[in-house]
């Protein structure tokens, strides 16, 4: 069962293939050496381009 769009999947390949190739670089110019990372990188390239994405999880803080 697929989690995301055709289209969205494509890029998340894209991103991962780029990160075993060493190529991937994120927004502050490191190599991306995480395979969540790079799928994150993916989707959020996805999203970007209007694909249909689920919404990024919003994280919970706790207040003190």
Do not use: F, H, P
């Amino acid at each position: 069962m697929t989690k995301y769009s055709e289209k969205s999947q494509e890029k998340v390949e894209k991103a991962v293939k780029e990160m075993n190739e060493g190529k991937l670089k994120t927004g502050t110019g490191k190599k991306v050496t995480s395979r969540k990372q790079a799928i994150a990188i993916g989707l959020s390239e996805a999203r970007a381009a209007g694909a249909k994405v689920s919404k990024k999880k919003e994280s919970t803080k706790k207040d003190n």
